[in-house]
């Protein structure tokens, strides 16, 4: 596959993940997201480490640095009647500041209303409320992890 100027998808996308990652590092933001001939490409920065999600409307290739990895995407808890998804796309936090304590670890009792998790949207921070009282079963995932809409989050039995 031929992109402009003569390059090929490989070539255009490791540009982009480049492009991206500068644009991370210069303004300070965790994640970015650019989607261009029905390609979809997301860069975002966890603790240090860079992930990289594509996507496409047709097969393409993927290429990422050495140093990027996937974004881990839970593979279980979205048909569970006790999930908590994500309302927005954004960065999950899972304690009001670095230095505070978690709002909840696996096993902890919640009441219902009480702040979970907190999603980063738009440099607004977001909190998650428990939808019932219960048991936190399973948290999927991490501290500063980027989340999808509707991905699950955490179960509470």
Known sequence: MSGRNG???HELESEWIRELAGILEETGLTEVEIE???????????????????????????????????????????????AVKSPMVGTAYLSPSPDADPFIREGSQVKEGQTVIIVEAMKTMNP???PRSGTVTKIFVSDAQAVEFDEPMLIIE
């Open 36 to 82: 261009k001939n029905n390609m979809r490409l997301r860069v975002s920065r966890q603790g240090g480490a860079a992930s990289i999600m594509t996507a496409a409307a047709t097969p393409a290739p993927m290429a990422a640095p050495a140093a990027a990895q996937l974004s881990p995407v839970p593979t279980t808890g979205g048909d569970h009647p006790g």
């Open 128 to 130: 998650i409320a428990a």
């Open 7 to 9: 390059k090929n998808g």
